[in-house]
């Protein structure tokens, strides 16, 4: 969430951030909340001092032998008001931190300013989209007819959305992942970690799922427990509510998990195939670092996603996603989409965002200076290194032969143990 010294010191800056994500935004009512909270605390500490005061002349009167019994009924009455002083600074300090975990992040001032999707930047496109010299198919189809995914099974067994993968299939999603895991472990230093696929409410505020986008999470019935949207919400948390010390950043961290969200996409050609799902699966990269460090590890952790993508010699391009589409606990992100050829244009794989240090104050994650002692929260980062599915799709279109068969990418075949379908 936003720090509220910021917000005291700059209200206006705040608000021009803001705005610049969506024009009905602003800080106004923290602030007034903020006023009104510090009044009360300024009278409570008043009343404070009076009581203490008093509570020495009963002292003072006793010692004397004098009567106490209306400076005690004083000091009773001072207790109560400041005992309904602090009721209503608590559900000040409530409604306060309500609206904050309702309020985005402030956009960097080298995010693109937006208003729609159509005003991302492109910033570089790497690689050749194939020209095919022969009718090529969607990957549905290919999927389909090479009994690679399910479709209509996986539907039958859960409900649209989902998919069913088998054979060959699952077996070149499962290669995907492992390739993905080894090398950012092995060649990037990613840390492997595999985290409970549900989180608590907890969890999910401190990367800021709850409270907004409740509605697009799948809840487990009578139990404080989410399936979890991204990797990124376990894994951002592990440290969550500790102190860690410089020398322990930064900290790279790689987990493979299935993601689950409700909210799929709008209708059109994004419902068919596996490009929008309730279920997929994915490799994700998260960093927890220095704010001084924080811009340039963000761009190593986008690099090290784009790796993915060369090493598959698949298409792909790189755009800074404006201020109105940067997500809503980023302050900046690079979206990295792959060439799909069905659609004729490229398709988001990754977002790789940089959070700056919003997700580590809900979390409460703070390293301590080894230089000055002092105790600050970190900044987190994190994006897809890659979306499984989407990569799945990607392969089996840009790779489709004319005879009908799929070649399998070299770096993959290790893992698959056959060169094509």
Not at 308 to 327: F, N, S, V, W
Not at 405 to 411: H, N
């Amino acid at each position: 969430m936003l720090d509220i010294k910021l917000i005291r010191e700059c209200p206006d800056k705040i608000n021009e951030l803001l705005k610049r994500r969506n024009p009905d935004l602003s800080v106004d009512e923290v602030i007034k909340i903020d006023e009104e909270r510090r009044k009360i605390q300024t009278a409570a500490d008043e009343l404070r001092a009076k009581r203490k005061r008093d509570s020495q002349m009963i002292g003072e009167l006793k010692k004397k032998g004098e009567n106490t019994d209306a400076v005690q009924a004083e000091v009773k009455k001072i207790g109560d008001e400041i005992k309904e002083l602090e009721g209503k600074q608590s559900e000040l300090d409530e409604k306060q931190r309500d609206i904050l975990l309702h309020i985005p992040n402030i956009p960097d001032e080298t995010t693109p300013i937006g208003k729609s999707e159509d005003d991302n930047k492109e910033v570089y496109k790497w690689g050749e989209p194939r020209k095919f010299d022969f009718e090529f198919k969607p990957h549905w189809d290919l999927c389909e007819e090479k009994n690679l995914v399910d479709f209509e099974r996986g539907v039958k067994l859960s409900q649209s959305r989902f998919t069913l993968y088998r054979g060959k299939g699952a077996k070149l999603e499962r290669a995907i992942i492992n390739f993905f895991l080894d090398y950012h472990c092995g060649e990037q230093g990613y840390e492997e970690i595999l985290p409970p696929f549900m989180a608590n409410a907890a969890t999910m505020t401190g990367t800021g799922q709850l409270p907004k986008f409740k509605e697009d999470m799948y809840k487990c019935e009578n139990e404080d427990l989410y399936l979890i949207p991204t990797a990124e919400v376990p894994v951002t948390n592990i440290y969550s509510g500790e102190i860690l010390s410089e020398e322990d950043l930064p900290k790279y961290m790689t987990a493979y998990t299935p993601c689950f969200r409700r909210e799929a996409g709008s209708a059109g050609k994004d419902t068919r195939g596996l490009i929008r799902v309730h279920q997929f699966n994915k490799v994700e990269l998260v960093k927890l670092c220095t704010p001084e460090t924080s811009r340039d590890e963000h761009e190593k952790l986008t690099e090290d996603a784009e790796k993915m993508l060369q090493l598959l010699e698949l298409p792909y391009r790189r755009e800074a996603l404006c201020t109105a589409d940067i997500g809503f606990s980023a302050n900046k992100c690079w979206d990295l989409e792959v060439w799909m050829p069905s659609y004729n244009n490229y398709k988001e794989i990754s977002s790789c965002s940089n959070y700056g240090d919003y997700q580590a104050r809900r979390a409460n994650i703070r390293y301590r200076s080894k230089d000055t002692g002092k105790v600050q929260f970190v900044h987190t980062i994190n994006g897809s290194g890659l979306a499984v599915g989407r990569t799945f799709a990607a392969i089996v279109e840009n790779y489709q032969q004319a005879d009908g068969t799929i070649i399998i990418p070299e770096v993959l075949r290790k893992y698959t143990g056959f060169d094509k379908i």
